[in-house]
């Protein structure tokens, strides 16, 4: 059984396109995260829930709106899709915000 | 503002081998520092989380040290293998509970 999953593996969309990536853990950990790592491969921060409530919100587009329905959900919601937005978008769970990151096998996103 | 490095930004080295990754931080006021492993295409495995009260940890061929007060982390991987190679990342989880990361070592372990 996968402990963070996310769906899809690879989105390619034309500039201007509204797509969603979609993240569920099993593993009953009530943090979870986004995080963008670009083609020289730095990972950075996006957003970061705690019990459904936004606790992290890094300087991003206000066109990536994260929705956690529940604990185990995190979903990420892109607007306008542009260029730049090529990357590879991983989620990841840990049981409090200090505790033991565990990561999805990531998303990768190509704006054509 | 915390700060982590990784030195160098990639290593070769032959199997067999014993090697030493390292990874240094601006600010000693941490909650704890995790060493991931990321293959390529692949998400990042957890590898070994050593809380800020902690010196070392030890998974397998895995050890971790942390020494707060120097700033230092080091991962020792004993007797290396192809298998092995991967890029290393570090990361802190500093006093705002924020994570932030080493840009990443790139190991290549040569049968």
């Known amino acids: 059984d996968t402990a963070v999953s996310q769906t899809p593996k690879y989105l390619v969309t034309q500039m201007g396109n509204d797509k969603s990536i979609k993240c569920e853990q099993n593993l009953g950990h009530d943090t979870m995260y986004w995080y963008k790592q670009d083609s020289k491969k730095f990972l950075k921060i996006m957003f970061s829930?705690?019990?459904?409530?936004?606790?992290i919100n890094e300087t991003v587009p206000n066109r990536f709106s994260p929705k956690s329905p529940d604990k185990a959900h995190l979903n990420l919601h892109i607007n306008s899709l542009e260029l730049g937005d090529s990357a590879v978008y991983f989620c990841a769970s840990s049981q409090g915000q200090v505790g033991k990151l565990f990561f999805g096998s990531g998303t990768q996103l190509s704006v054509l | 503002k915390q700060e982590v490095t990784q030195i160098p930004a990639a290593l070769s080295v032959p199997e067999g081998e014993n090697l030493v990754l390292n990874c240094s931080f601006t600010d000693s006021a941490i909650y704890n520092l995790q060493w991931f492993r990321q293959d390529p295409g692949k998400g990042l495995t957890s590898l070994l989380l050593?809380?800020?009260s902690q010196r070392e940890q030890t998974s397998g061929r895995l050890n971790a040290s942390l020494d707060k007060s120097s700033g230092r982390s080091t991962l020792y991987i004993a007797a290396s293998q192809p298998g092995d190679s991967a890029t290393y990342l570090c990361?802190?989880?500093?006093?705002?509970?924020?994570?932030?990361w080493g840009a990443g070592t790139k190991l290549i372990i040569k049968p």
């Open positions: 990361a802190v989880v500093d006093s705002n509970y924020q994570l932030i």
């Open positions: 829930y705690n019990n459904k409530e936004l606790i």
């Open positions: 050593i809380q800020s």
